[in-house]
């Protein structure tokens, strides 16, 4: 019988790699890793990362894997030939190690079943239920290493398997954090302790180690822990699983771990554009400086972030002096756009930009990383060389195709219009008396001229194209 069993283990296990290794391989198809050094480098860097994300303190649970042995002559009940480890109460928790003289009691085929450690060589087991002994109970006690320290927090970890020969399988296992030690607790029953921690994860099963974590937060004194189910039979969820000859549910415990978590500790320079929000999202910054942020994690420590900013700022302003419009921000890259659809205008990439056409323009200025788009500036003064007339004075369209105005924003006694090719040669001139829009055509053929506008003591000069 016993061959056979450890035969259908082996089978399982088997079982088991071959299903665990296909996720992996998919999991690597799904990355494009099909070479083996690739393959490695990206385990590397899963493990990295999930080891850094946070920060534990040494393991406060004495020979937690149950490695070291006083003796390896062992009976029944010998959990304390575990070093540190001991029974609390009138029950029998089993050691089991490889090293064992006993058969009942050796890793990893024993009285109970065939189980390999979780690592290593030994483990202990402890009755969680037993059908024909109403709250009959196993537990394992042991003294931490130092007492917890108040309002820390503490990562707890262990690792279950449900024992081959037993008929039942449950989730009620529990830990229990006390000042002082339990030891002495007469009998095999229930001890009525309020547990801090309880496992929350599926029945255990025969096959794998389920992991039993938790995050528990200290109040100062806690110095002893005990394992087991604190739980009455009437509260213990009891599954039935198969037909072994135990009419009980019998399991193994491994790799038992409690680690203080502690808070890390980080810098970040960063420049950033006008803003900055720090990574917890608490907070918006427009100024450079030195800032704080806490990010807690969901096992209670804390990352805490120095954030050495720089904000870069961008002076939008621009400067109109007519038709040219200039940058305030020096020593930046430029490009000016039209505003009619906002698309940038070819070439116009200098600090200035002088319109050839009136409408309305912008400009995105670029700096040290940054970029910002200025608003819309209007010029209405294409062509106009020199004018006394200030920004009163709009001629349109310009460039034309023949017929223009001119709008002299206000309506004088008298203005005189001259026309002239570029070599001063009089086209045409003509005399207007209380006008303000002048409606003008040129005859002549396509090309350049200069338009001379009087009134008064004011006069203008504007270069009009004629397409």
């Not at 304390?80 to 990893?108: E, K, Q």
């Not at 491994?254 to 917890?280: A, G, H, R």
Request: hydrophobic content about 35%; charged content about 15%.
């Amino acid at each position: 019988m016993d061959n056979e069993l450890i035969e259908r283990r082996r089978f399982e296990l088997d079982k088991f790699v071959e299903k665990s290794f296909s996720v992996i391989v998919d999991f690597v198809d799904r990355l494009g890793i099909n070479n083996p050094m690739r393959l490695f480098k990206a385990y590397i860097i899963v493990t990295l990362f999930s080891i850094s994300s946070f920060c534990y303190g040494q393991n406060l649970v004495p020979n937690g894997d149950f490695e070291i042995v006083t003796s390896c002559i062992l009976s029944f009940g010998d959990i304390d030939h575990a070093v540190d480890w001991t029974s609390p109460s009138g029950g029998s928790p089993d050691y089991f190690n490889s090293c064992s003289n006993n058969s009942n009691l050796v890793v990893p085929s024993n009285y109970w079943g065939i189980q390999l450690a979780n690592s290593g060589n030994a483990y202990a087991g402890m009755l969680l239920y037993q059908e024909s002994i109403p709250e009959n109970r196993e537990y394992i006690s042991v003294q931490l290493s130092d007492t917890l320290e108040a309002d820390s927090s503490y990562r707890f970890k262990m690792y279950v398997n449900r024992c081959d020969k037993s008929q039942y399988s449950t989730d009620d296992i529990q830990i229990y954090l006390s000042d002082t030690t339990l030891a002495g607790q007469i009998g095999y029953n229930v001890i009525p302790k309020p547990f801090q921690l309880s496992y929350t994860g599926p029945i255990f099963d025969s096959l794998s180690w389920s992991l039993f974590e938790g995050t528990y937060t200290a109040n100062g004194t806690e110095a002893y822990i005990t394992i087991g189910n604190f739980k009455n039979d009437s509260l213990t969820n009891i599954v039935s699983v198969n037909n072994g000859p135990q009419s009980n549910a019998f399991v193994y415990v491994d790799n038992i771990s409690l680690n203080k978590i502690s808070s890390t500790f980080s810098s970040l320079t960063v420049t950033s554009c006008e803003t900055y929000t720090i990574p917890s999202g608490n907070e918006t910054h427009s100024i450079s400086g030195v800032y704080m942020d806490t990010i807690p994690n969901y096992l209670g420590a804390d990352s805490i972030i120095t954030i050495n900013l720089t904000i870069t700022s961008i002076n939008t302003s621009v400067t109109e002096a007519g038709a040219i419009l200039s940058a305030d921000e020096a020593g930046a890259t430029y490009q000016w756009l039209d505003c009619s659809d906002m698309t940038p205008i070819s070439g116009a990439i200098s600090q200035s930009f002088t319109a050839t056409v009136n409408g309305d323009y912008a400009v995105i200025v670029s700096s040290n990383g940054c970029s910002d788009t200025s608003t819309c500036y209007t010029v209405k003064v294409v062509g106009i060389i020199e004018s006394d007339f200030s920004n009163e004075l709009i001629i349109y369209p310009n460039p034309t195709n023949g017929n223009f105005s001119i709008d002299l924003g206000d309506n004088y006694p008298t203005t005189l219009i001259t026309l002239t090719d570029l070599n001063g040669k009089v086209i045409q001139s003509k005399l207007y008396s209380n006008e303000q829009l002048l409606n003008l055509k040129i005859k002549e053929s396509a090309g350049v001229y200069l338009l001379v506008v009087e009134s008064g003591d004011k006069k203008a000069i504007i270069r009009l194209i004629k397409e």
